[in-house]
C-alpha cells in the first residue's frame, strides 16, 4: 500500500497532476477543497472513496482512495479535535484507522504550539490505538519549537505514540532522532533557506512486518505549487 501525505496548500483541482504519477492507494491532502469544488472526473481524479472534513469550502482535510479500500469516518470523531479526523480504511483483507491531521493553531495559543490539539486528540483517542493505526498529515511541528516544561509538547506526542508501538517512519527508515531531519517537507515563503520537518507519519508496528519504504519530495519540483513538499509512504 502506498501512502501519501501532501498540504497542498488549497486548490488540490488545480493541483493535482503530479500526484496520479506517484500511484497513491491512499492520499491524505491538507487545505483540500470539498467535494462539490473538487468535480470528480472534470476536474480532480475520481477516487474510489473519499471523505473531507473543513470548515470552510475550500480549505478543509480531504482523504482519497485510489485502491479497493472504503473510507468512513468513525462514529467515534469528536468535532472538538475539528482536524485530528478518525477515519476506518477497510477492504475485504484488511482494516486500519487512519488518524488524518492537520494541525490548527488554538485561539490565543503561542504561535508554535500547533501541536497542543494533537497531543489532546491521542489522549481522546487512546482506546483506537488497540488496533493498527496510521497518524499522518501536516503537524506544523518539530521539537524545534519545544518548550521547558510543557507539557504536550512535540517530544510528548512522539513518547505517547511511540508507548503505543507507534512509530515515526521517516525517523526510523533513517535512523535518526526528532529534530535531526536532513529532508525538509516545509519551505517557509517556499523558500529553499527556509526549511523545516513539520510532515509526519507514524504507524503501529504490526504494520511494518513486511517492511517499508519512505520518500520526501524535492523543492525544486513541488515549490511552484505548494510550501510543503509530499511525504510518500510505501507500506
Same mark, same amino acid.
Given at each position: 500500500?502506498?501512502?501519501?501525505?501532501?498540504?497542498?496548500?488549497?486548490?488540490?483541482?488545480?493541483?493535482?497532476?503530479?500526484?496520479?504519477? *506517484?500511484?497513491?492507494?491512499?492520499?491524505?491532502?491538507? &487545505?483540500?477543497?470539498?467535494? &462539490?469544488?473538487?468535480?470528480?472526473?472534470?476536474?480532480?481524479?475520481?477516487?474510489?472513496?473519499?471523505?473531507? #472534513?473543513?470548515?470552510?469550502?475550500?480549505?478543509?482535510?480531504?482523504?482519497?482512495? @485510489?485502491?479497493? $479500500?472504503?473510507?468512513?469516518?468513525?462514529?467515534?470523531?469528536?468535532? &472538538?479535535?475539528?482536524?485530528?479526523?478518525?477515519?476506518?480504511?477497510?477492504?475485504?483483507?484488511?482494516?486500519?484507522?487512519? *488518524?488524518?491531521?492537520?494541525?490548527?493553531?488554538?485561539?490565543?495559543?503561542?504561535? $508554535?504550539?500547533?501541536?497542543?490539539?494533537?497531543?489532546?486528540?491521542?489522549? @481522546? @483517542?487512546?482506546?483506537?490505538?488497540?488496533?493498527?493505526?496510521?497518524?499522518?498529515?501536516?503537524?506544523?511541528?518539530?521539537?524545534?519549537?519545544?518548550?521547558?516544561?510543557?507539557?504536550?509538547? #512535540?517530544?510528548?506526542?512522539?513518547?505517547?505514540?511511540?508507548?503505543?508501538?507507534?512509530?515515526?517512519?521517516? #525517523?526510523?527508515?533513517?535512523?535518526?532522532?526528532?529534530?535531526?531531519?536532513?529532508?525538509?517537507?516545509?519551505?517557509? @515563503?517556499?523558500?529553499?533557506?527556509?526549511?523545516?520537518?513539520?510532515?509526519?507519519?507514524?504507524?503501529? &508496528?504490526?504494520? *511494518?512486518?513486511?517492511?517499508?519504504?519512505?520518500?520526501?519530495?524535492? #523543492?525544486?519540483?513541488?515549490?511552484?505549487?505548494?510550501?510543503?513538499?509530499?511525504?510518500?509512504?510505501?507500506?
Amino acid at each position: 500500500m502506498r501512502l501519501i501525505q501532501w498540504n497542498c496548500f488549497q486548490s488540490f483541482r488545480t493541483k493535482h497532476e503530479p500526484i496520479p504519477k *506517484l500511484q497513491p492507494d491512499i492520499l491524505v491532502v491538507c &487545505e483540500c477543497e470539498n467535494e &462539490e469544488r473538487l468535480e470528480f472526473g472534470k476536474l480532480t481524479p475520481k477516487p474510489n472513496s473519499f471523505v473531507w #472534513h473543513g470548515e470552510l469550502p475550500a480549505k478543509g482535510l480531504g482523504v482519497f482512495s @485510489y485502491s479497493d $479500500h472504503r473510507l468512513e469516518i468513525m462514529n467515534a470523531f469528536n468535532p &472538538e479535535f475539528k482536524f485530528v479526523v478518525p477515519i476506518r480504511v477497510s477492504n475485504s483483507k484488511s482494516s486500519f484507522i487512519l *488518524l488524518a491531521v492537520w494541525t490548527q493553531k488554538e485561539k490565543n495559543a503561542p504561535i $508554535h504550539e500547533y501541536i497542543n490539539p494533537v497531543w489532546n486528540a491521542i489522549h @481522546y @483517542y487512546e482506546e483506537l490505538f488497540s488496533e493498527p493505526v496510521i497518524l499522518a498529515g501536516d503537524l506544523n511541528s518539530n521539537v524545534y519549537w519545544n518548550k521547558s516544561g510543557k507539557v504536550g509538547n #512535540h517530544s510528548d506526542v512522539v513518547d505517547f505514540l511511540e508507548a503505543k508501538n507507534v512509530h515515526s517512519l521517516y #525517523h526510523r527508515w533513517k535512523g535518526i532522532p526528532q529534530g535531526n531531519e536532513p529532508d525538509p517537507t516545509f519551505f517557509l @515563503y517556499r523558500h529553499k533557506d527556509k526549511p523545516f520537518h513539520i510532515d509526519y507519519c507514524f504507524a503501529s &508496528e504490526t504494520l *511494518l512486518t513486511d517492511g517499508f519504504n519512505v520518500q520526501v519530495g524535492l #523543492h525544486e519540483n513541488w515549490c511552484d505549487l505548494s510550501d510543503h513538499v509530499p511525504l510518500i509512504i510505501d507500506l
